[in-house]
């Protein structure tokens, strides 16, 4: 079993800057994905980032909306994910959660991602 805990979100302006965090504990594999999904109100949740590693390789995918904004990275010797987030728009407004998948594979499906975080809300003011 894997546990991940969010934390970072809070309320910013629009232009403004945000880390999120994603400590990660419990079962370890050698081949792990890890992303950051979002969800506004009354919407369907959304891939923002993922990043796969391997003991050599290293690999992140983003979504379009938020390429060239948003940077994933890891902290091997924290059990930690952040994603980066900067140029903030109001649209990125939602509940930001961290996932995990035993594969070398992302999938911008939430259904195919084994372990979830519980949130952290991110709020984007105009």
């Known amino acids: 079993q894997v546990q991940l805990v969010e934390s970072g979100g809070g309320l910013v302006q629009a232009g403004d800057s945000l880390r999120l965090s994603c400590a990660a504990s419990?079962?370890?594999?050698?081949?792990?994905?890890m992303g950051w999904f979002r969800q506004a109100p009354g919407k369907e949740r959304e891939f923002v980032a993922a990043?796969?590693?391997?003991?050599?390789?290293?690999?992140?995918n983003y979504a379009d909306s938020v390429k060239g904004r948003f940077t994933i990275s890891r902290d091997n010797n924290k059990n930690t994910v952040y994603l980066q987030m900067s140029s903030l728009k109001p649209e990125d407004t939602a509940l930001y959660y961290c996932a995990a998948r035993p594969s070398l594979r992302y999938t911008t499906t939430a259904g195919g991602w084994d372990y979830w975080g519980q949130g952290t809300q991110v709020t984007v003011s105009s």
């Open positions: 990043i796969s590693w391997t003991w050599t390789t290293t690999r992140t």
């Open positions: 419990g079962r370890t594999f050698s081949s792990t994905t």
